[in-house]
């Protein structure tokens, strides 16, 4: 009985370095993807640690383009990868088209509290004899969530929506 509890004694011992190092604290920033010193692993951005805002609203030759940026307003960093998912809401919050095409590659990145990561959407505002029904609400869902963040803004209800990976906001111009 002796050996056996000196044998799990030495195994809890054993194990507490590598649960220590395999947590996060604001001593202990996390290490960026890709460095050697780490697995550098995140969690990906959750709806409540983003704030979403349109920065940006360009139109011509019918269609409206938008930058919107997502900014982390939590306490810690997270990471993003992919596309998010976006829906044109009417008055009763009920989704009138969701986006359908997506370009530029998307890969991974973290971004740190008070940073942004940014998209592009791209809208067809007619077709020069149609004109779409105007919805009052923009809900995007980060990735790796299912909660929306929801942006008021009077959007056309078009056939076709565009939206770009997400990318760090200093690359999305």
Same mark, same amino acid.
């Given at each position: 009985?002796?050996?056996?509890?000196?044998?799990?004694?030495?195994?809890?011992?054993?194990?507490?370095?590598?649960?220590?190092?395999?947590?996060? !604290?604001?001593?202990?920033?996390?290490?960026?993807?890709?460095?050697?010193?780490?697995?550098?692993?995140?969690?990906?951005?959750?709806?409540?640690?983003?704030?979403?805002?349109?920065?940006?609203?360009?139109?011509?030759?019918?269609?409206?383009?938008?930058?919107?940026?997502?900014?982390?307003?939590?306490?810690?960093?997270?990471?993003?990868?992919?596309?998010?998912?976006?829906?044109?809401? #009417?008055?009763?919050?009920?989704?009138?088209?969701? &986006? =359908? !095409?997506?370009?530029?590659?998307?890969?991974?990145? +973290?971004? &740190?509290?008070?940073?942004?990561?940014?998209?592009?959407?791209?809208?067809?505002?007619?077709?020069?004899? $149609? $004109?779409?029904?105007?919805?009052?609400?923009?809900?995007?869902?980060?990735?790796? #969530?299912?909660?929306?963040?929801?942006?008021? +803004? &009077?959007?056309? !209800?078009?056939?076709? +929506?565009?939206?770009?990976?997400?990318?760090?906001?200093? =690359?999305?111009?």
């Amino acid at each position: 009985m002796g050996l056996r509890s000196f044998v799990l004694a030495s195994a809890l011992v054993a194990a507490v370095p590598l649960a220590a190092s395999a947590t996060l !604290s604001p001593t202990n920033p996390p290490v960026p993807l890709g460095s050697q010193h780490g697995l550098g692993i995140l969690r990906p951005c959750p709806s409540s640690q983003l704030k979403a805002a349109v920065t940006s609203d360009q139109g011509a030759m019918l269609h409206r383009e938008l930058r919107i940026t997502l900014t982390n307003v939590g306490a810690s960093a997270c990471a993003i990868d992919g596309y998010p998912a976006v829906r044109l809401l #009417d008055a009763l919050n009920h989704a009138r088209i969701a &986006a =359908e !095409s997506f370009s530029l590659t998307p890969r991974q990145f +973290i971004i &740190a509290p008070d940073q942004q990561a940014a998209f592009r959407l791209r809208i067809a505002t007619g077709d020069g004899t $149609t $004109t779409y029904l105007t919805v009052p609400t923009l809900a995007i869902i980060p990735p790796g #969530d299912v909660v929306p963040l929801f942006v008021k +803004i &009077a959007l056309p !209800s078009a056939p076709t +929506i565009d939206v770009t990976a997400l990318q760090p906001a200093a =690359e999305v111009k």
